[in-house]
């Protein structure tokens, strides 16, 4: 089964269609898996979906198909009455454990997107009677996205690509077309109707959250849950095109600062929250990513342990390592230490404290840093235009990462007089424009357009429509006199006092395990 969220290309040795292996076989255990998988789908009992989802599945694929295909879908349909819609579910965790384990092809890809189509027209235009696990519901999401984005890197490589790959990329152009990939994903949101569902729920008139999306009166969630992740979908899709504005739109019917449903899958917990950080942090909105990866940073601090056995481990620990690197880019660009707890300041400085310290002097140095963080926290963004086949082929698919690159270090840059400016603001209460720009060694007029800079640089505008500051240390001109507002953070005192309060805990066991003569 894939990973959740931004997956790595898996370049596997093994081919696709390894020699010993017959798509037509079915060993005892897969007709029993199959058998019973369909049986539990039927009666709704999503408990044992979600065991043999979770668990049965990835096992199954452990012991027989670490580096080959599962059993083809034509070779298990009559073991489940040709079922349409299993065997399309069926197909799409064929799809995922190929992505995961091998190296699709060119028409496997394609197949892929052709199953996607059928599998979400059955869900928007037919009758879905059933239930499934929120954490399969997510996987259908995420892994439509990856795919998605996967091809978009796999089109853009062209220098190596056989006459055969050219020829089925020019016959299928409306595979993984990015048009098609938004459109079944805003469809699933308006067609759910969640938007309003959760306007409902504010009220007291609707029961989604509470009941983690399932429903427990004999209908289906599949509808629903698949509308409410796809909102996260849409969110990941405009952050890989560099649209930060439009994708933290379209998640504003989910209530971050809240536990919700997307909450109830780490996968889902992690990738919304590592997208919103980002977008914010592109969009100059530092405090609301700081805010946010601070509180996700310490979830995953407290429970990692509890996901060691997840096939999604490994996943979350780097997911984890890249939201490190976005919070020190943030807290270099926007001094707010005041929004970290002690345990995520600790880990960062672990990690971070050094670069971080080089990362404030703004000279060569400092942009190899946040060139080098960047570079490998960020999405993989792609380029979802086709190539123009009649022009000699290239390779394209660093084209758009080297654009947001760009545009990340030009901000930097923007930044560079603003560190000056703050490290004497934050010295004085007041003090003179003329005895400032002479500190500064600029005239006057170059002086006010640098303080008119960093109320530019500090403030942004909020998913509302507000200006808010994103400045440690602010500033108003009165007459030629520049008045300083400093932020005092408020002392968290509790933190303390329970680390004291377990040290001495700790302290009086030791102490009545001594044995006095």
């Not at 089109?155 to 048009?179: C, H, P």
């Not at 504003?252 to 600062?257: N, R, T």
Request: proline share 3%.
């Amino acid at each position: 089964m894939a990973s959740s969220y931004d997956h790595d290309d898996v370049q596997s040795q093994s081919q696709v269609d390894p020699q010993g292996y017959d798509p037509n076989f079915v060993p005892d255990s897969v007709k029993t898996f199959v058998v019973h998988l369909y049986r539990h789908i039927r009666e709704k009992n999503v408990y044992e979906i979600h065991q043999m989802y979770e668990s049965s599945f990835q096992t199954l694929s452990d012991r027989l198909f670490k580096d080959t295909p599962w059993p083809s879908v034509d070779a298990v349909a009559h073991y489940v009455d040709n079922d349409h819609v299993f065997c399309l579910l069926y197909r799409e965790m064929w799809y995922r454990h190929l992505y995961a384990r091998l190296s699709p092809t060119a028409k496997q890809r394609i197949d892929s997107w052709d199953n996607y189509c059928s599998l979400f027209q059955v869900v928007l235009h037919g009758v879905v009677n059933m239930q499934l696990p929120n954490q399969w519901l997510w996987d259908m999401v995420d892994e439509f996205v990856y795919q998605f984005q996967s091809f978009c890197q796999y089109r853009a490589k062209m220098k190596n690509k056989t006459e055969q790959e050219i020829a089925l990329l020019r016959q299928y152009d409306q595979a993984w077309n990015v048009y098609g990939v938004l459109n079944f994903l805003q469809a699933l949101v308006e067609k759910s109707m969640i938007i309003q569902i959760l306007e409902q729920e504010k009220e007291g008139l609707e029961q989604f959250t509470s009941t983690d999306g399932y429903d427990y009166n004999g209908g289906s969630n599949v509808l629903k849950v698949l509308g409410y992740f796809s909102m996260v979908g849409l969110l990941r899709v405009h952050c890989l095109l560099g649209d930060y504005h439009t994708g933290l739109k379209c998640l504003l019917p989910i209530d971050i600062s809240q536990s919700g449903v997307y909450t109830s899958v780490i996968g889902s917990h992690i990738t919304t929250i590592y997208h919103f950080g980002f977008a914010n942090l592109m969009l100059r909105r530092y405090v609301e990513a700081i805010r946010e990866f601070n509180k996700i940073l310490l979830y995953i601090y407290k429970t990692k342990q509890f996901h060691q056995k997840s096939p999604q481990y490994e996943q979350i620990l780097k997911k984890n390592e890249q939201m490190y690197a976005l919070l020190a880019i943030c807290l270099s660009l926007c001094p707010q230490e005041q929004l970290v707890e002690e345990t995520v300041q600790s880990q960062l400085k672990e990690k971070y404290g050094e670069k971080m310290n080089r990362m404030q002097r703004y000279d060569d140095e400092a942009f190899a840093l946040y060139d080098e963080l960047f570079s490998y926290a960020c999405p993989k963004f792609i380029t979802p235009s086709a190539p123009v086949y009649e022009e000699p082929l290239v390779n394209y698919n660093q084209d758009a990462y080297r654009l947001q690159l760009k545009l990340f270090l030009y901000e930097v840059k923007q930044q560079q007089l603003l560190s000056g400016v703050r490290t004497f603001l934050k010295v004085y209460s007041t003090i003179s424009l003329g005895k400032l720009a002479m500190y500064m060694e600029v005239d006057e007029p170059t002086l006010r357009t640098i303080l008119m800079t960093y109320k530019h640089k500090t403030h942004a505008v909020d998913s509302d429509g507000k200006i808010g500051s994103n400045a440690d240390v602010d500033f108003y001109i009165d007459d030629d006199m520049i008045h300083v507002v400093e932020s005092k953070p408020a002392k968290r005192y509790g933190d303390y006092f329970m680390r004291q309060v377990v040290k001495l805990e700790g302290l009086m066991n030791e102490m009545d395990r001594v044995k006095l003569d």
